[in-house]
């Protein structure tokens, strides 16, 4: 089967950011699939070029396309347009170039590109998959980034339109079943495919002494965040909870990534005297084993919205998977995972002090601590190994292509 996947932020796993998809690429071409994948030429975090080249082969059977991106999607809302319709057009012109398709795979967010993805798979004459990782344009609209209302309707019709026509609709969280419910979605057509972590990639017990030593955290119990700094994040709270904590020389707060708030709360850091706050560049996903070792605990946040409690954070099964225990300040979903294996503790988003209270009071237990820390690992070997994953993600492709 000859799969074309449209995915204006594919990352191999030598760049930061989410590289799931990669993986479950490589997975497939393993497997004896055929994937080409239509990419963007800009990084999602930094917004700089990621390659000179126009097509590249990552591994047997793994064939990548980069398509032009114009602007950065991070400097302004009009950037942000400028990048995605863009990379719609130049993918739609790389694509159809690419011959004896099977099936065409997208991803939302961004949603244009999937309509992309349509308009191929229509041309084509072959099916679409369509994934979704979160719900927009309705988180959009919750954050306050979607506000014309033409936009608005422009976008949630487009939406339904990709949801009634794509052969499958592939979800990465439980969470998210009952909203493709209520926007008529037929339950035949749902796959749930969570997020999860690659096991083989983390060993629990490394030292983490090369982190360590390279930012002069010996000797302190270090909590962790690693991911993207952006407007979803809601790190102003990780930096108050770090305020109230000012006075414990032992705790540090190390904040790892990049992302278009970075600058303005490294500017807020220093105006508020935060020493015991590191802001360290963004890591690719070989270099995060090392990272997370040198971690006592990793911390997941997303601000106090009502659809933040559907997601399926990745970066809660990296802790888990690397044996460190969860300090979570989301809600639904994602805590039921982490409480139910008892992998760290749960506390309510957008709240800096029963934050700085939960880091503390695992600084307090370390022996607590690495038991948290065991579970997770147990809980993601058992249920969110990324290979078993792969597996029944190439399933569902494999049936959507048979239908």
């Not at 490589?26 to 975090?45: C, D, F, K, N, W």
């Not at 590249?56 to 400028?82: D, K, M, N, Q, Y």
């Not at 559907?310 to 039921?336: E, H, Q, S, W």
């Amino acid at each position: 089967m000859h799969i074309l996947l449209v995915h204006q932020v594919f990352l191999p796993t030598d760049e930061p950011g989410m590289t799931q998809h990669f993986e479950f690429a490589r997975h497939l071409a393993e497997a004896g699939q055929r994937v080409t994948v239509l990419a963007g030429t800009r990084s999602y975090l930094t917004g700089k070029p990621v390659s000179t080249l126009r097509r590249e082969t990552l591994a047997p059977g793994l064939e990548v396309l980069h398509c032009a991106v114009w602007s950065s999607v991070h400097r302004s809302f009009l950037h942000r347009t400028i990048g995605f319709l863009s990379f719609m057009l130049s993918s739609l012109w790389q694509g159809l170039g690419v011959h004896h398709v099977d099936l065409v795979w997208s991803t939302s967010p961004p949603l244009p590109q999937v309509c992309t993805a349509w308009t191929l798979a229509w041309l084509k004459r072959v099916p679409l998959v369509f994934e979704v990782r979160d719900l927009w344009p309705a988180v959009a609209v919750e954050l306050g980034v979607l506000r014309n209302r033409l936009l608005i309707a422009v976008a949630r019709a487009a939406e339904r339109f990709l949801y009634r026509h794509a052969r499958r609709v592939v979800v990465n969280s439980p969470g998210f079943i009952p909203y493709l419910r209520r926007t008529g979605v037929p339950e035949a057509k749902i796959a749930l495919v969570p997020n999860g972590a690659d096991t083989s990639l983390y060993d629990p017990r490394a030292s983490g002494d090369r982190f360590r030593q390279a930012h002069n955290l010996q000797g302190k119990f270090v909590a962790l965040y690693a991911g993207a700094h952006g407007l979803s994040n809601d790190l102003g709270i990780v930096l108050q909870a770090a305020d109230r904590l000012r006075d414990d020389p032992r705790l540090v707060f190390v904040l790892v990534g990049d992302g278009k708030e970075k600058a303005s709360l490294m500017a807020q850091g220093e105006r508020m005297g935060l020493e015991n706050v590191r802001f360290l560049p963004a890591a690719a996903k070989i270099d995060m084993p090392w990272v997370l070792a040198g971690a006592d605990c990793g911390i997941a946040i997303l601000r106090p919205i009502p659809l933040f409690a559907t997601t399926y954070p990745n970066k809660v099964f990296d802790y888990m998977a690397a044996g460190k225990p969860v300090v979570l300040a989301i809600d639904g979903v994602i805590r039921d995972v982490v409480e139910g294996a008892g992998a760290g503790v749960a506390v309510p988003p957008g709240d800096p002090q029963a934050l700085a209270e939960a880091v503390r009071s695992l600084a307090a237990d370390p022996a607590q601590a690495r038991r948290m820390g065991e579970l997770g690992r147990t809980c993601v070997e058992k249920r969110f190994d990324r290979r078993d994953l792969a597996r029944q993600f190439q399933q569902v492709l494999l049936e959507a292509s048979r239908r």
